[in-house]
């Protein structure tokens, strides 16, 4: 039995908190609902039971998670991640190929979400200064510098000051990413450096977590 003056209780009490707000009762709603579609993207793992991908969606995802705020996904495939982000007041989803966009629509086709085919490396219709969160997972890791470049640039006029920004990007520093067709030749250092370069604010780095890509987190 915990001391009187222990934690406890407390650490309890906040996580049934967090369990219960408005953003975790809609994510469960809807994985409740979509548990058995054939989401594509899920063969390369499935965010609610491969531990690395637990992890990611735990610490980079959910915790920005706001029913009063507005978040974008770039190349979004079927909704592996998408279903994550359903609980934001409105959600951009941008991809430069329409049949992913098509499929994606299959699984989820709600009022807040919004559907945009760009020209590779834009946010044409997202109005300016109005995304609180970014998110891509899948995406980056294919991109070469130079496009990868060219979207850190074109955020800066779509993010609020102060958004949170999360990517995955091909770490060539680790074997298996050397190993896997179609990653680009990028590294920590790299990305670090094109982050830094067009004024974002780094706020934290996971280098290990995968074991063929790594993940940056910024802020505008």
């Known amino acids: 039995m915990p001391e009187l003056n222990s934690s406890f209780h407390l650490r309890m009490f906040r996580k049934q ?3 219960d707000s408005l953003p975790a009762r809609i994510f469960r709603a809807i994985r409740d609902e ?3 579609k054939n989401i594509y993207g899920l063969h390369w793992g499935d ?5 690395p991908l637990k992890f990611i969606k735990e610490q980079y995802v959910l915790p920005f998670v706001d029913e009063n705020q ?4 770039i190349g979004p495939g079927g909704g592996r991640w998408t279903r994550y982000l359903l609980g934001f007041k409105k959600l951009y989803l941008v991809d430069y190929h329409a049949e992913i966009l098509t499929e994606l629509k299959k699984n ?3 009022p807040e979400m919004v559907f945009i085919k760009n020209n590779g490396a834009d946010f044409p219709s997202v109005p300016e200064k109005s995304i609180d969160f970014l998110f891509s997972f899948g995406t980056f890791v294919h991109l070469e510098l130079h496009l990868i470049e060219a979207y850190l640039e074109n955020m800066k006029a779509v ?4 958004a949170n920004v999360v990517i995955q990007y091909s770490d060539m520093t680790k074997i298996m990413a050397q190993k896997t067709a179609g990653f ?3 590294d920590p250092a790299r990305m670090r450096r094109m982050v830094g370069a067009v004024g974002y604010s780094l706020v934290a780095e996971d280098l290990t ?4 890509s790594s993940l940056i987190h910024f802020r505008a």
């Not at 965010?47 to 531990?51: G, L, Q």
């Not at 993010?159 to 102060?162: A, F, K, T, Y």
Request: aromatic share 6%.
């Open 34 to 36: 979509i548990k058995h």
């Open 159 to 162: 993010l609020r000051p102060g």
């Open 184 to 186: 680009v030749d990028n």
């Open 70 to 73: 507005q978040a974008l996904e």
């Open 209 to 212: 977590t995968l074991w063929h």
């Open 17 to 19: 908190q967090v369990m």
């Open 108 to 110: 989820f086709d709600l």
């Open 47 to 51: 965010p609610d039971v491969a531990p």
